[in-house]
């Protein structure tokens, strides 16, 4: 951890200002105007998972249209997310080829909901392929490779492999350590789930995004220049320096800060 940062704060009084931050973003108001607001519509476990997962999937672009168009899938899966990806038939899945969000279209929705599928057949819960990786002693970027494996072990279109973030070519991951965010963190604010409990918050890494990104930058918290696993990494060292047990609490700082464009020190 470095003395000094660029705005002449020392490391106490940065963590002060990370935590003030924090504070003020991560708060019940923080939710409606932002995706983890869709999977706050439902209070079975299952459906809160696969909503999650969905919603963050297509988490690009201006928040409210992620919002829309995540409700409209969820309507399409009439608003029973778990039911639907493991008893929809195919009459059913034909339902979704209206769908379309950015690039991700119905063949993405309908190969995400097989994938799904085939992931809940042998799985409870997501969390369980993620934490078997970590309990033999891997850490998450291993984990979540682990996990984009196993979800495309079925057949699948070719083009549906780029709605999941591959870190293992440099990818920052930012869908996923979203999710992984909202499953595993919890505190009493309720804006994250922490319906995981078999993964410990401090393993957790940053979702890096250009928001969160530029506002590390600035405040002199990251070097590198590209949104990749290498900055993740980076900024995730930094972050477990000011909160080893909680890291990723400090997204709602960079990312909140970020998008509303506040005048920072």
Same mark, same amino acid.
């Given at each position: 951890m470095r003395n000094k940062f660029p705005n002449g704060m020392d490391a106490s009084q940065m963590k002060l200002y990370l935590d003030e931050m924090a504070d003020r973003y991560n708060?019940?108001?923080?939710?409606?105007?932002?995706?983890?607001?869709?999977?706050?519509?439902?209070?079975? &476990?299952?459906?809160?998972?696969?909503?999650?997962?969905?919603?963050?999937?297509?988490?690009?672009?201006?928040?409210?249209?992620?919002?829309?168009?995540?409700?409209?899938?969820?309507?399409?899966?009439?608003?029973?997310?778990?039911?639907f990806i493991t008893r929809a038939s195919e009459k059913e899945l034909a339902t979704l080829d209206c769908f379309v969000h950015r690039t991700f279209?119905? &063949?993405?929705?309908?190969?995400?909901?097989?994938?799904?599928?085939?992931?809940?057949?042998?799985?409870r819960s997501i969390e369980d392929v993620v934490v078997g990786e970590l309990r033999n002693g891997q850490g998450m970027h291993s984990a979540i490779m682990k996990l984009r494996g196993e979800f495309f072990a079925i057949p699948h279109p070719a083009r549906t492999e780029r709605?999941?973030?591959d870190v293992s070519?440099?990818?920052?991951?930012?869908?996923l350590n979203m999710f992984f965010r909202w499953m595993a963190r919890k505190d009493d604010t309720g804006v994250d789930f922490g319906i995981w409990k078999k993964i410990n918050p401090a393993e957790l890494f940053i979702p890096l995004d250009?928001?969160?990104?530029?506002?590390?930058?600035h405040?002199?918290?990251?070097?590198r220049r590209q949104n990749d696993w290498k900055a993740v990494e980076e900024l995730t060292m930094v972050l477990r320096e000011f909160d080893t047990t909680d890291p990723v609490r400090y997204d709602f700082a960079l990312f909140g800060a970020g998008v509303n464009g506040e005048n920072l020190k």
């Open positions: 708060k019940p108001d923080f939710i409606a105007l932002d995706p983890i607001s869709i999977p706050h519509r439902f209070s079975e &476990v299952r459906d809160i998972e696969v909503s999650a997962f969905l919603t963050a999937t297509i988490a690009w672009g201006r928040r409210d249209l992620i919002i829309r168009s995540a409700d409209k899938l969820m309507e399409l899966m009439d608003n029973e997310p778990f039911n279209n119905a &063949v993405d929705a309908v190969s995400f909901i097989r994938c799904l599928r085939n992931i809940y057949e042998h799985n709605h999941l973030s070519k440099g990818s920052a991951g930012k869908k250009i928001h969160a990104g530029n506002t590390a930058r405040l002199g918290l990251l070097e």
